[in-house]
């Protein structure tokens, strides 16, 4: 079954605590991406991937990094959270950059 | 103005009705255009793609206004199950990114 895989589903950490959130797909996608949302803002883009080891900025990438090492994994590294970083993380893959995406099931974090 | 723009609703139809939702983008050179489908504390999901001047699928109808840069969602015969919020996607094939309007809640009553 074609699925893109996220982890945790939802976490709770304190500010300063180094936490990564995985990205797993098994479609051999070249594209994947890290949003978050925010109620009022909307869905924004933090970092993307157009294919291994080439990364780049999104909208709102302060506070964050990324890696692509396997085609098929990108996880989203947060050195410091802070309380500004509480939202719903959602990863997303696509074939192509203009092709439609699928959406992970989310992450919610939660920074106290 | 905004890149993606969207009436961000409610709209509360009752159940068997025809809605309609448009939305507004900036750049004139986008070439592709998504809705995707969300509910709530959900991930979106893919529900119609246009790349040239519509798309059909059910109950469900995309239409492209390139002249006035406006991308509609049709949705006839609602269905209490419609109820989420409707997101319209433009990527931006230059930077990769997709930018997302902040989404239209549709409510379907019974």
């Known amino acids: 079954e074609a699925q893109v895989t996220q982890n945790p589903r939802y976490l709770i950490t304190v500010t300063g605590k180094k936490l990564t959130v995985t990205c797993s797909q098994n479609?051999?996608?070249?594209?994947m991406s890290w949003y978050r949302q925010d109620p009022g803002l909307g869905l924004r883009q933090i970092y993307y991937?157009?294919?291994?080891?080439?990364?780049d900025k999104g909208d709102v990438p302060e506070g964050y990094k990324v890696s692509r090492k396997e085609k098929r994994n990108f996880p989203l590294i947060l050195e410091s959270p802070s309380p500004n970083q509480t939202s719903l993380y959602f990863c997303?893959?696509?074939?192509?950059?203009?092709?439609?995406?699928?959406f992970g099931s989310g992450t919610r974090l939660t920074v106290v | 103005r905004k890149e993606v723009e969207q009436d961000p609703g409610p709209f509360n139809v009752p159940e068997g009705a025809t809605v309609a939702f448009n939305c507004t983008y900036s750049n004139s050179a986008s070439q592709s255009f998504f809705w995707y489908r969300q509910d709530c504390r959900k991930e979106p999901k893919l529900l119609m793609s246009?790349?040239?001047s519509g798309n059909e699928d059910g109950r469900f109808t995309a239409q492209l206004n390139r002249a006035s840069q406006y991308i509609s969602l049709l949705i006839r015969d609602s269905k209490l199950s419609d109820s989420a919020t409707y997101l319209c996607v433009v990527p931006m094939v230059a930077t990769n990114k997709l930018i997302f309007g902040t989404g239209t809640l549709l409510a379907v009553q019974p």
């Open positions: 997303a893959t696509s074939p192509q950059g203009d092709y439609g995406y699928t």
């Open positions: 991937s157009m294919n291994v080891e080439v990364t």
């Open positions: 479609m051999n996608h070249e594209y």
């Open positions: 246009v790349y040239s």
